[in-house]
């Protein structure tokens, strides 16, 4: 079991209050959503999760453990972040970087089962593991993400946190790292927090969906039932930008 819990988080800048008073449940092998407009408090909240920034009130916990005060626990929550570019070591081979990872495990790992373990997460992500001695500058952007996810991975998280992770890519490699996800969700049974501004990302992935508008919760529950009957006027808006059925997904919004 992995259920990450926001249990009544508020996080204040000075006088703004970022994330305001956000409850919310990752349930084990499941993808949460988080969607809102810039500002919204999206990744304060994923910030808080993985140590990054304190909550003023509340608790994160992980399957119990009060993550604010186990810095331990805190490595099973592993964060993807938005730029991959900014995400690997541009001096650095890209299996190096993978194998950094590791190190979040509790194991002593042999050189030999460090090299074959990289081996094995590029293939996971399709990333050709002859490629691990070269430097991030002959991959693109969307290889990047795959090799930022194989990163994540390695420390075998007991969740992950994805913040905006397609949207510095182009629209054409989003759905890629979306369906490798997908992949992945069924292969590993991961559970998520995944965190985007679209909303039809969002749906693409998610079990759950949590809507937050100025910090606070406006919407929650499962990802079929808010979009089927969203009770909110700001969620409402939200799907107004989603194309209809039968249309491609615009992932570009
Ligand atoms: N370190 C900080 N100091 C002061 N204010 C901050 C800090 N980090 C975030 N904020 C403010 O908190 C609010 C929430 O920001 P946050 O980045 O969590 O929103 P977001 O929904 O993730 O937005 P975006 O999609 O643009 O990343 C914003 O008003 C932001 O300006």
Same mark, same amino acid.
């Given at each position: ?10 996080? %204040? ?16 092998? !499941? ?14 909240? *994923? @910030? ?7 909550? $003023?009130?509340? !608790? ?14 805190? %490595?099973?929550?592993?964060?993807? &972040?938005?730029?991959? &570019? *900014? ?17 979040? !495990? ?12 990289? #081996?094995?997460? /590029?293939?996971?992500?399709? =990333? $050709? ?9 002959? &991959? ?6 795959? /090799?930022? =996810?194989? %990163? ?12 905006? =992770?397609?949207?510095?890519?182009? +629209?054409?490699?989003?759905?890629? +790292?979306?369906?490798?996800? %997908?992949?992945?969700?069924?292969? /590993? ?13 969002? #749906?693409?992935?998610?079990? $759950? ?26 969620? @409402?808006?939200?799907?107004?930008? =989603?194309?209809?059925?039968? #249309? ?6």
């Amino acid at each position: 079991m992995s259920e990450l819990v926001f249990d009544h988080v508020t996080v %204040r800048f000075r006088h703004h209050t970022a994330v305001d008073d956000v409850s919310l449940v990752v349930r084990s092998g !499941t993808t949460h959503g988080l969607v809102g407009e810039s500002g919204s408090g999206k990744s304060t909240l *994923a @910030r808080v999760a993985v140590g990054l920034e304190r909550a $003023d009130l509340g !608790t994160v916990r992980l399957d119990g453990v009060d993550l604010g005060r186990a810095a331990r626990a805190r %490595r099973k929550v592993q964060m993807i &972040f938005q730029d991959p &570019f *900014a995400a690997l070591d541009p001096r650095m081979p890209v299996g190096a970087s993978v194998a950094e990872g590791l190190l979040a !495990t509790d194991r002593k790992w042999s050189r030999a089962d460090r090299a074959t373990r990289v #081996r094995e997460l /590029l293939d996971l992500v399709h =990333i $050709d593991p002859a490629r691990a001695s070269e430097r991030p500058a002959r &991959f693109s952007g969307g290889q990047r993400q795959r /090799l930022t =996810i194989a %990163r994540a991975l390695a420390a075998e998280p007991a969740v992950l946190v994805a913040d905006e =992770i397609t949207s510095a890519l182009d +629209v054409s490699v989003q759905g890629v +790292v979306l369906n490798l996800l %997908r992949e992945l969700q069924a292969e /590993l049974d991961l559970t998520m927090l995944f965190i985007s501004h679209n909303l039809a990302v969002v #749906r693409y992935v998610s079990d $759950d969906v949590t809507v937050l508008r100025g910090g606070r919760v406006v919407e929650q529950g499962a990802t079929d039932a808010v979009l089927a009957d969203p009770a909110d006027p700001y969620t @409402r808006e939200l799907l107004r930008s =989603i194309p209809v059925l039968g #249309r491609p997904l615009d992932l570009e919004a």
